[in-house]
Each structure stands twice: as C-alpha cells, then as structure tokens.
C-alpha cells in the first residue's frame, strides 16, 4: 500500500485549474483522487469523467470518471483513514483554505511526511497552511496556465503557461527528491511546463502584482483582459496600479523587475478573450479574492508607512459589488 500511495496525486479543488491539473495527469497514466466542494459535483465527474477542450472548442483531452477517484472533501477523514495522502495540490481559491483546513484538520497529526503543492493566487495563505499542518512539507507555487469552467465537468484551455513549483536546497533530501519523481516528472509526462524554483517568493510577488493590476480592472469595467489595452485611460490606470505596487515592494526590500510591466502587457494580449477569475466571480455574485490580491498590497503598504490608494478603492468598490449584488 505505502508504494502504492506514493503513486497517487490528490487534488483538492475542482474549479477550473483543478480540473484541468486533474484530467491531463489521469489521461497520462498518473492515479488522481479529486476532492470536490460538493457532492452533486463528484457524481456528476464520476458519470461523466472530465473533458479538457481547446480555445477552438475541440475535445482535446477525455479521461472517463472510473479512470478517476471522486469524492467531495467532506469524505477526506474517511478514506484517508484508508488511504493517506502522500502528494496533495492544493488547488482551491484563497478564500476556501480555511474550509479546507477544517476538514483536513483530524488528519494532520498522523500524516506526517506529506507533501502540499500550493497555487493560490495573493499572499498569505502559505503561513496559515504551514502553522494548521507543521507536519507537512509546503511547497508554495504559481501557475499562468489559464482555464475556464464549462460546467462542473468540463473547462476550456484557454491558454497554456508556466508552472513554478518552489522548493528549498535546505530541505530534506528525500523530500525534494520525491517532489521530482512523484509530482515534477508526472506534471511533464502530461505536457505542462513546469519547473522547480530556487526563487518562487519573486514568482509569487510577480503574479500578486500582475493579477493586482489586471484583475479588479477587468472586474470594474466588466471587460475582457484584452480590452484593458484599449483605451489610453485604461492604460494609464493599469499603470497607476503597477507603479503603487512596486512602491510597496521597494518599501519592503522585495525585488522586482523593470520587465514585469511589460509581461503584464504580454498577459492582457495573450489572454485577450479571457474574463480574469475576479470577473467571473463578480458575474456570478460569488466571493473574489480581491481581499488576498489588492487587499493584500494595501496591507503591505501600511505596514510599510507608505500609501496604496488605488488598490484600497478598488478593494472597497469590488467587496462593495458583492455585498450589494450577492
């Protein structure tokens, strides 16, 4: 059993990038159990399996629902009692890891040298994750790879990117060793670009910053990423938001790169067609993670004596549309 647990991936979350993660490792041989939110979720994934479709709409990747091991989470404590997890990707927005530790939480004292790979969007919630589960080993992680959910089975690639998997030479040897074969090795097998990184506290302050600026602006004027290059005005709040930022890095000593700007010019091209995560959540009177992303940065602002007034408002007007329109 214990060889064969260090084969199996678990995925909690199946929004758009879990499903995603979850069908190109099953098409490819890799053992997934997915965790759901629901439980009308996992059974319409075990009827149905999942399907991965590319931006011309063609079924690019099928893997059918006995190929996979479905359950909502709130059967975690169950079946890991059964089978506990070796390998997890955390794959839930930020605002559901405290509903993920508290059902995850019995577990931790027993499961001892398992392994989370975390891709959330903002900062903070590698603490909270690390400080419920000192066990664990948490590898802290960013993603550009873009999805969007067609249903609760199916998503659209929107667009393919790079994945950063940060670990530490400090680390135990056998840890690292085992991230390699077990996770890295298998995510390339399925055709992701991905990498282990030296340097992923960088990668995660370039995405909150990239997603600070793009996101809540997509949101506001409920346009796709591509018309955020449109207008001039556009443009010139893009880079109000930009400059806001890399003031509040400065103030904290974080490095930064007179190229992201730039990338953040790449991202609204390349995903043109795409509604960011935040606007969709909007569209769907659902929770954002502007208070991880933006809120995140005029937090770090604060407590750096210096001023992000831009991201505040938008932070205020964004949590303002859901309490209003939800």
């Not at 059918?64 to 079946?79: E, F, H, K, M, S």
């Not at 399925?190 to 990239?210: H, M, T």
């Not at 793009?214 to 109000?240: C, D, Q």
């Not at 750096?304 to 408002?313: K, L, N, W, Y």
């Amino acid at each position: 059993m214990e060889a064969r647990r260090y084969k199996v991936i678990d995925i909690i979350g199946a929004g758009s990038l879990g499903l995603l993660f979850a069908g190109r490792l099953s098409a490819t041989g890799t053992i997934v159990r997915l965790w759901t939110r629901t439980p009308e979720q996992a059974r319409v994934i075990t009827w149905e399996g999942i399907t991965v479709f590319d931006k011309e709409g063609q079924a690019s990747v099928h893997v059918c629902g006995d190929t996979l091991q479905v359950a909502p989470l709130a059967d975690w404590q169950r079946l890991n009692s059964q089978a506990p997890a070796r390998w997890i990707m955390l794959m839930t927005k930020q605002g559901a890891i405290g509903e993920v530790l508290e059902q995850i939480q019995p577990m931790v004292q027993t499961e001892g040298d398992t392994g989370i790979v975390c891709l959330q969007n903002g900062i903070g919630h590698i603490e909270r994750i690390r400080h419920a589960w000192p066990k664990a080993v948490v590898y802290p992680a960013v993603t550009t790879e873009g999805a969007k959910k067609q249903g609760p089975a199916s998503i659209v690639h929107a667009g393919s990117g790079l994945t950063e998997i940060g670990y530490s030479e400090e680390g135990e040897e056998g840890q690292n060793s085992d991230l390699q074969q077990y996770v890295l090795n298998r995510l390339l097998a399925a055709g992701f670009d991905v990498c282990l990184s030296k340097e992923i506290e960088k990668g995660i302050y370039r995405k909150l910053l990239i997603n600070a600026v793009i996101n809540p602006l997509t949101a506001v004027w409920r346009v796709r990423n591509g018309e955020l290059l449109s207008e001039p005005v556009r443009i010139h709040m893009m880079r109000k938001l930009y400059d806001e930022g890399i003031r509040v890095y400065e103030a904290h000593g974080i490095r930064w790169e007179s190229a992201w700007w730039d990338q953040i010019m790449d991202v609204c091209q390349a995903t043109a067609d795409n509604h960011s995560s935040m606007l969709a959540d909007v569209l769907a009177h659902s929770m954002t993670e502007v208070a991880s992303i933006n809120g995140q940065l005029v937090q770090m602002a604060e407590q750096a004596g210096v001023s992000a007034p831009t991201h505040e408002v938008l932070w205020q007007l964004i949590e303002g549309m859901r309490l209003k329109e939800g």
